[in-house]
Structure formats: structure tokens, C-alpha cells
């Protein structure tokens, strides 16, 4: 299959933006990038809110001094996002701890081309999230979908956080709850960059799935998506769900790779002072805008 860099780019410049934004809003001006390699701090102990995004094939010395040792001076997980198309060094990331995940498809789509079936779900309710009570519910949701008791409990207290913020300070941010039968069951979310919609946080309780919960929850973003003032939007997406993707108008352009790291299982070194995560060039590629 031919891969369109220019639409890859798009993928992953809204997942970076949303990285940065997200982290921001906890940890303000704390991310940091020099070429090719964003690095977002959130604060918490989250691999979900501290993301690394590389868009070019960085030296493992600069992982390692501006990524692993950063973190692992904070006792604190990450996980890494590598958009380019040159792989990275796999040996190299073992030996720092970085653990491989399945990749997922980056996906994107011209909105104009996008269709919706339309088709409402019975007993299901599916409606943006206005008030500091729906917001709580959707970290509630998206934390079960966690396995790990860190990364819930992380996940829970982003929220909270986020639910005693003003709107306007996470206007970017489009939230969407399911509820079937009166229960929240199911969550989606929007996220606006300058040049793309994307489609994050797509999730069903177990116990709710293949019942077309989530299909409908999808086609309910797309509507939105659809009558949104954006000519392109994006996605990252598992690999067997591409069907559905591509029956609404998206189309594959690579592969996004991710790595996780957890500083208790990785034997990480951790730097005697601040020199090695602050101090030396590979920090002083200024904040990410």
C-alpha cells in the first residue's frame, strides 16, 4: 500500500499537539522539544498523559538523556510515539526499558468525503459533555478500560483536575459520553488542531461490548465531525478495526509505532544531578508552542 506522507503528517501533528495541550493543562510550559522529538510532562505517573512523540529516527544517546533519564529522575512512566517511517533501534530501546506495544494504523480523511450511516442504537444516549459531573464520569469510564490500579487512579485525577477548570481552558478538547440504559457505559472524544480533527478516546465497559455501542459512538463523532469547520481529520486506529474506518471514508497512511516505559521494571539510571534530564543541549530546543 502507498502511504501519503503529507497525510501521516497530519496524524501525527494532532496526536503532538494533543499531547502538549493535554500535559499543559496540569503541568503548564513543562514540554520540551529539540528536532524531530516533543516530550510531554503532565506531572502525573501516567503513560497516558506523559507522551513522547518522534517524528525523526533520534540517536539513542538523545532518548536516553533527554527521554529515559528525564523521567526516570522522576520515578515517573511515559510512553513513546514514533510517527517517522525509519524504524528505531529496537536493541537500543530494550536496554533503556522501553517496552513495544502493538502499533496502531494512522488513518485520515478529507471531511468532505466522510459519510455517516446514521443508524441510532436503541436504549443508547450519546451526548457532549457540558458540566464538571458528565466530565468526572468520562475519567470514570476511561479509567476502567485501564488494567494497571496506577494508571487508573493517574487517569481519574487528570480529570478531576480538568473538571475544576473553566471550559475555555480546554476548549480543544470535545467530550462525549454513552450512556445505554441511563448508564454511562462508553466515551469518545474530538480533539482540534489547526489543521485536523481528531478522533481519540473511542471505548466500551467490557461488559457492554459487541452490542454496537461503540459503532454507534463512532458514527455519532463522525456526524459531528462531518458539520465541524475542518477539511481534514485523523485517527489512530487498531489494526482490525480498519474496516469501519475505511467504510466511512478514511484511508491508511502508515503505522505509528509505541513504546512504554515504567521506571520500576525498566533498572533505568537515574542521573546524580539535573544536568543529565535539564542541563545539556538536548533540552534547549525550546517550548513546544
Not at 39 to 64: K, Y
Not at 151 to 164: G, I, L, P
Not at 166 to 180: A, D
Request: charged share 25%; aromatic share 8%; proline share 5%.
Amino acid at each position: 500500500m502507498k502511504y501519503s506522507l503529507s497525510a501521516k503528517n497530519l496524524v501525527c501533528r494532532n496526536l503532538e499537539n494533543r499531547a502538549g495541550y493535554c500535559a499543559d493543562l496540569l503541568n503548564p510550559k513543562q514540554s520540551k522539544e529539540i528536532t524531530g522529538l516533543l516530550r510531554t510532562d503532565s506531572g502525573l505517573l501516567s503513560t497516558r498523559f506523559n507522551q513522547v512523540v518522534s517524528n525523526a529516527v533520534a540517536l539513542p544517546r538523545i532518548l536516553q538523556r533527554f527521554v529515559v533519564d528525564y523521567f526516570a529522575e522522576r520515578h515517573s512512566p511515559f510512553s513513546l510515539w514514533h510517527c517517522a517511517s525509519r524504524p528505531l533501534d529496537e536493541e537500543a530501546l530494550k536496554e533503556m526499558g522501553l517496552v513495544e506495544q502493538p502499533p496502531l494504523i494512522a488513518m485520515a480523511a478529507e471531511v468532505k468525503q466522510l459519510a455517516t450511516d446514521g443508524k441510532p442504537l436503541a436504549d443508547l444516549e450519546i451526548r457532549a459533555v457540558a458540566n464538571a459531573e458528565d466530565l468526572l464520569s468520562f475519567g470514570e469510564l476511561i479509567a476502567e478500560i485501564h488494567d494497571s490500579p496506577r494508571e487508573r487512579a493517574q487517569v481519574k485525577k487528570f480529570y478531576q483536575h480538568v473538571s475544576t477548570l473553566p471550559e475555555h481552558k480546554y476548549s480543544r478538547l470535545k467530550f462525549y459520553l454513552g450512556l445505554f440504559q441511563g448508564q454511562p457505559v462508553a466515551t469518545g472524544s474530538l480533539f482540534s488542531s489547526a489543521d485536523a480533527l481528531g478522533f481519540y478516546d473511542l471505548g466500551t465497559l467490557p461488559e457492554f461490548r459487541k452490542r454496537g455501542i461503540g459503532t454507534a459512538m463512532f458514527q455519532h463523532l463522525l456526524g459531528e465531525v462531518i458539520h465541524s469547520h475542518h477539511k481534514h481529520t485523523v485517527a489512530l486506529v487498531d489494526e482490525e478495526q480498519q474496516d469501519l474506518w475505511l467504510n466511512a471514508g478514511f484511508y491508511a497512511v502508515g503505522e505509528v509505532t509505541r513504546f512504554d516505559f515504567a521506571p520500576e521494571r525498566s533498572g533505568a539510571h537515574v542521573p546524580n544531578s539535573r544536568q543529565g534530564a535539564n542541563g545539556n543541549s538536548p533540552d534547549r530546543g525550546g517550548e513546544n508552542s
